[in-house]
C-alpha cells in the first residue's frame, strides 16, 4: 500500500523552518517509516525573493547531504515560492501548515491557517497565554481541522524508551522531580533586537527555553502511571528580569501535582545549567536522569537509591536511544502529524491539547507573577 502523504506549507524561513523541511526532505526509511510521507508545495515569506532563497538553496544541496533524497525523489518538486503567508494558507494545494514564526506572532498565524481551513503543526509556545490558546482550540474543532504544538521531543526515541520504563514499575512511585535547560548566553553582547531579548518577539528565557523542562515534567511526572492530578497547580514561581529590555534573565517556578509529588522547573540565560542531569526523576526504587539536551536528548540513566535507602534497583545503567541518522529530530513530529490527518484526528493522543493548556497555564502564572509580563504583552499588542 502506498504511503499517506502530508503536502505541506511552510511558514516563515527562519532557522526552525530550515530545520523542519531538512527533515521532511529525508529519507522515511533512515527512521523506519513506510506508512506517511511528506512533500513540501509553498513556501511562505515576507517577500517572493525571501522564500525563492529559501527554496533554491534546498535544491541546491549536495548529493551527499540527507536532504537530497527529498530533492531527487519528488518531496520539493514544483514548489511554490510565496511573498505572503496569506497566499500559503489559500493554496489549495497544501494540507498543512508548519507555522516558525517568531513566539509572538503564532496565534496570529495559527489562526489565520484554521480560518483558511489548514490543518497546522505550530512552534512552541503554542501562543502568549491561555485566552489565545482556548480561541485556537475552538476555531479547531469548529473547523474540524487538525492542530497541534510542535512539542517535538515526545516523539523522539527516547521518549518512547522512558515512558516503557515508568509502565513497567521498576522505578516505583515518584517521590520528586527537576528539569533544568540553561544556557550562558551572551546577552550583554546581543542588540536589543534579538530574539531572545526583543519583548516584542517573545524574548526571554520562560517563552523560549520553558517548554523543554515542561515536557520532561509532563512525560515524566504528568504522565507517569501513578499521577491523578489532571491539573497540576503552580506553587510558587520567580523571575529575574534582564534590565537592558526587561524580558526575563531566568525564571523558576514549582508545580505540584497532588497526591504524588512535587517538580521544580527553571530556565536560565545567565548560567550554562545541568549537563548530565537536565531532567530527574527519584522514585522510591531509584531515580531516572535525562541526559542534556533536554530538547533532543539521546540517553538516560538509571540509579540506584543511596546505601542507606537502598530500593531494588542496584546498579547503576545507562540506555542509548539516538535520533536517526541525518534527522535533525523534526522528522518524528512530522510523521505523527501526518498519521493524525490520515486517521481524521484533531489532535494528537501524545501531544493532546489538554496537556498544552497545562503548560501554557504554568507559563501565564509565572509570567503574571513576575515582573515581565507586561513587555512582553506591550510588545505583542504593537505588533
Known amino acids: ?16 523552518s530550515t530545520k523542519f523541511v531538512h527533515d521532511l526532505l529525508v529519507d522515511p526509511s533512515s527512521r523506519e517509516v513506510s506508512d506517511v510521507a511528506h512533500k513540501v508545495v509553498a513556501v511562505g515569506s515576507r517577500s517572493v525573493e525571501s522564500a525563492q532563497k529559501f527554496v ?15 530533492i531527487k525523489n519528488g518531496v520539493f518538486d514544483r514548489v511554490k515560492a510565496r511573498g505572503t503567508y496569506q497566499e500559503v494558507y489559500d493554496d489549495p494545494d497544501v494540507d498543512a501548515i508548519y507555522v516558525g514564526t517568531p513566539h509572538t506572532l503564532h496565534y496570529e498565524n495559527t489562526k489565520d491557517a484554521l480560518t483558511a481551513g489548514k490543518n ?11 485566552a489565545e490558546l482556548d480561541e485556537l482550540i475552538a476555531l479547531a474543532k469548529e473547523k474540524n481541522l487538525f492542530l497541534m504544538e510542535a512539542v517535538w521531543t515526545r516523539y523522539h526515541p527516547l521518549a518512547y524508551a522512558v515512558e516503557e520504563v515508568l509502565k513497567s514499575g521498576k522505578l516505583g512511585k515518584p517521590k520528586r522531580f527537576t528539569a533544568d535547560f540553561s544556557m550562558d548566553f551572551p546577552m550583554d553582547d546581543k542588540p536589543t533586537s534579538h530574539r531572545m ?74 548560567s550554562a545549567g545541568l549537563r548530565e542531569a537536565t531532567a530527574v526523576l527519584q522514585c522510591e526504587e531509584g531515580d531516572l536522569i535525562i541526559e542534556y539536551p533536554p530538547y533532543c536528548s539521546e540517553a538516560f540513566q538509571i540509579h540506584p537509591r543511596p546505601e542507606r535507602d537502598l530500593g531494588t534497583i542496584k546498579e547503576k545503567s545507562r540506555h542509548v536511544h539516538p535520533i536517526a541518522k541525518g534527522n535533525n529530530g523534526m522528522s518524528y513530529e512530522a510523521d ?4 493524525c490527518i490520515r486517521d481524521k484526528k484533531l489532535e494528537s493522543d501524545r501531544m493532546p491539547w489538554t496537556e498544552s493548556k497545562i503548560v501554557q497555564g504554568w507559563f501565564d502564572v509565572v509570567r503574571t507573577s513576575g515582573p515581565t509580563a507586561t513587555a512582553t504583552m506591550k510588545g505583542h499588542a504593537s505588533k
Open 336 to 339: 505523527e502529524v501526518a498519521r
Open 197 to 270: 531579548l526583543d519583548p516584542v518577539l517573545g524574548g526571554g528565557a520562560l517563552l523560549d527555553m520553558g517548554p523543554y523542562p515542561s515536557v520532561w515534567a509532563m512525560l515524566l511526572v504528568h504522565r507517569n502511571p501513578y499521577n491523578k492530578d489532571t491539573d497540576p497547580k503552580v506553587l510558587t514561581s520567580y523571575q529575574t528580569v534582564y534590565e537592558r529590555t526587561n524580558v526575563d534573565l531566568n525564571s523558576r517556578w514549582l508545580v505540584d501535582w497532588k497526591g504524588l509529588c512535587q517538580g521544580q522547573l527553571l530556565t536560565d540565560l545567565g
Open 56 to 70: 533554491d538553496k534546498f535544491k541546491a544541496t549536495p548529493d551527499d547531504e540527507s536532504p537530497s533524497w527529498g
Open 1 to 16: 500500500m502506498a504511503p499517506f502523504t502530508i503536502r505541506w506549507g511552510i511558514i516563515s524561513t527562519g532557522g526552525i
Open 120 to 130: 497546522v503543526l505550530c512552534e512552541k509556545p503554542f501562543t502568549l497565554d491561555s
